[in-house]
């Protein structure tokens, strides 16, 4: 498996929630020294920046932290969480508007075995991708790619490999986000219907 052309800078300035559904299918890349990654996406989540209080940025916070997340589209946003968890983030639409697409699941295709030896809590090869988390472990990103370009070698996007109809894709609310008031209902969580490499979330 190769990687085909790199997905371009515009596909990552249209609204947020386009690309949220547009990336299902994507494939993600991840070069290490020695070898390459490969995973499919098969869920994601929209967050919608200043007005989104599930956002990093809500209310225009700026920090350490999210400071990636005001960088142009088509660049990475990864952060920590609950204490143990890396997590990648797809940033969208201009300089300073501060949205987001996070990547929840992923279907491994090429360098499982060196996926394996990172998850090796992992008993199925389609538990290796399904959480944020896990995405990050198999494929070794942390917080030294947040602010990566997704348009170079050490981490990029490529077209759908396979054919996404609307019909394929499930809607529902983000998950984990419970105390973000009205933005807990919005349905800004897409995944592909029936799909093992989705999240345990899977609603359908």
């Given at each position: 498996?190769?990687?085909?052309?790199?997905?371009?800078?515009?596909?990552?300035?249209?609204?947020?929630?386009?690309?949220?559904?547009?990336?299902?299918?994507?494939?993600?890349?991840?070069?290490?020294?020695?070898?390459?990654?490969?995973?499919?996406i098969?869920?994601?989540?929209?967050?919608?920046?200043?007005?989104?209080?599930?956002?990093?940025?809500?209310?225009?916070?700026?920090?350490?932290?999210?400071?990636?997340?005001?960088?142009?589209?088509?660049?990475?946003?990864?952060?920590?969480?609950?204490?143990?968890?890396?997590?990648?983030?797809?940033?969208?639409?201009?300089?300073?508007?501060?949205?987001a697409?996070?990547?929840?699941?992923?279907?491994?295709?090429?360098?499982i075995?060196?996926?394996?030896?990172?998850?090796p809590?992992?008993?199925?090869?389609?538990e290796?991708?399904?959480?944020?988390?896990?995405?990050?472990?198999?494929?070794?990103?942390?917080?030294?790619l947040?602010g990566?370009?997704?348009?170079?070698?050490?981490?990029?996007l490529?077209?759908?490999?396979?054919?996404?109809?609307?019909?394929?894709?499930?809607?529902?609310?983000?998950?984990?986000?419970?105390?973000?008031?009205?933005?807990?209902?919005?349905?800004?969580?897409?995944?592909?219907?029936?799909?093992?490499?989705?999240?345990?979330?899977?609603?359908?």
């Amino acid at each position: 498996m190769k990687p085909r052309r790199k997905l371009p800078r515009s596909f990552y300035l249209h609204d947020t929630v386009t690309v949220a559904r547009a990336l299902l299918g994507c494939v993600l890349w991840r070069r290490l020294d020695d070898e390459l990654l490969a995973a499919r996406i098969v869920e994601t989540e929209a967050y919608l920046g200043a007005n989104d209080m599930a956002s990093h940025a809500r209310r225009g916070l700026r920090s350490e932290r999210n400071r990636s997340m005001y960088l142009e589209g088509g660049h990475g946003y990864v952060y920590f969480t609950y204490g143990m968890h890396w997590c990648l983030n797809v940033v969208t639409q201009e300089a300073e508007i501060a949205e987001a697409v996070l990547l929840r699941g992923a279907e491994p295709l090429r360098g499982i075995e060196s996926m394996r030896t990172r998850r090796p809590k992992a008993k199925r090869d389609w538990e290796l991708m399904n959480g944020p988390g896990k995405i990050c472990m198999a494929m070794d990103i942390d917080r030294r790619l947040d602010g990566e370009s997704l348009l170079g070698d050490t981490l990029c996007l490529t077209a759908r490999d396979i054919d996404v109809r609307d019909e394929d894709i499930t809607v529902s609310p983000r998950i984990g986000i419970d105390n973000a008031g009205d933005a807990a209902a919005w349905p800004l969580r897409f995944f592909l219907r029936g799909n093992r490499n989705v999240s345990a979330h899977r609603n359908v």
